[in-house]
């Protein structure tokens, strides 16, 4: 608990990356005010890139007003209100599904109905400050880096896979060559589950299932053909293309289609600081905000690097202001 007010002064300046309808653009806004209790603004320090800003920045998922993308960070607390778990200094980063705090399913401590997302229905990480309520934010221990702070996020969504039924004794491939595919099949391999390779295991057509991690209308066809009949097909992809589904297709097969949001924020970190999921450092790029349309509005050429942008520095800051 802490009671302390530390609001930033106005010589601090947050430079936000903000998509509106219309345009992508690099901006100054005022930082953010706590206005409740609850809530928590922090410093970001490096915040990564991924194909879910790319989508928002080219308007593939639109926004409805003008809102600073971004949803994977590292960042320090600066200011906090007095009902919350944190303090001044500490490092955290943040769950970017929002829950409404008040349907049913919040209510029923479930998954909320109508949560938003950080850099799409509300303000993100592409900023120099965040106001986050502090339920969605999450410690990291000393021992981490900023780099492996922000790549919880895309660790904890791969966690998400071992919500859908799937068991390690089930024969499985993960379709893709992009990095996140490549970090389900690390996290398949570390909790022992088998994790065929995709090629060979799509002409077999013996799968009980298959994670797809961008999926286009041909790979539709072949993974529903390679899996057995009672199999599950996992999305995990946010990729907005339309999907050309027969129900015909599914319904002979018995097949089952599951969706895989997100899994656990403090299993992601433990993971990441125990080092049985890694980030290593020749894999990490780093990017000024600066160029922000060279990273969002361009398709990565390489998929070998994560791009982070760093906002104050590469190491977590001395002090906090
Ligand atoms: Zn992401
Ligand atoms: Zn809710």
Not at 85 to 98: C, H, L, M, Y
Not at 181 to 194: E, P, S, T, V
Request: proline share 6%; with cysteine.
């Amino acid at each position: 608990m802490n009671n302390t007010t530390h609001t930033p002064s106005s010589a601090h300046i947050n430079r936000a990356v903000v998509a509106d309808t219309k345009k992508l653009h690099l901006t100054q806004l005022p930082i953010p005010r706590i206005d409740s209790c609850d809530q928590l603004l922090i410093r970001v320090v490096v915040a990564g890139i991924c194909r879910t800003d790319s989508f928002v920045a080219t308007r593939h998922i639109p926004v409805n007003r003008p809102t600073t993308l971004g949803h994977e960070l590292a960042g320090v607390v600066v200011d906090c209100g007095y009902e919350t778990d944190f303090n001044i200094g500490d490092r955290v980063t943040v769950d970017p599904s929002i829950p409404c705090q008040s349907c049913h399913g919040c209510l029923s401590d479930s998954q909320c109905y109508n949560p938003k997302t950080l850099g799409i229905d509300c303000d993100g990480c592409f900023a120099d400050y965040l106001l986050v309520t502090s339920h969605v934010a999450h410690h990291i221990p000393e021992t981490m880096t900023p780099f492996e702070a922000a790549y919880v996020e895309p660790v904890a969504a791969a966690l998400g896979i071992f919500n859908t039924g799937i068991q390690a004794s089930d024969r499985g491939c993960v379709l893709g060559k992009n990095r996140f595919a490549r970090l389900i099949r690390n996290l398949l391999r570390h909790y022992d589950f088998q994790c065929l390779p995709e090629d060979t295991a799509l002409t077999e057509c013996s799968l009980d299932y298959i994670i797809e991690t961008g999926l286009d209308a041909n790979e539709l066809g072949a993974a529903l053909n390679a899996l057995i009949p009672g199999g599950t097909l996992v999305l995990k992809s946010r990729h907005t293309a339309l999907l050309p589904w027969k129900a015909r297709d599914m319904v002979l097969k018995n097949l089952r289609v599951h969706a895989a949001l997100a899994g656990s924020f403090s299993e992601a970190i433990t993971l990441l600081q125990q080092r049985h999921i890694h980030l290593p450092e020749d894999q990490i790029r780093v990017v000024p905000l600066e160029d922000y349309k060279q990273h969002l509005l361009i398709k990565p050429e390489s998929e070998v690097h994560k791009s982070f942008f760093t906002l104050k520095g590469k190491g977590w800051p001395a002090c906090v202001d």
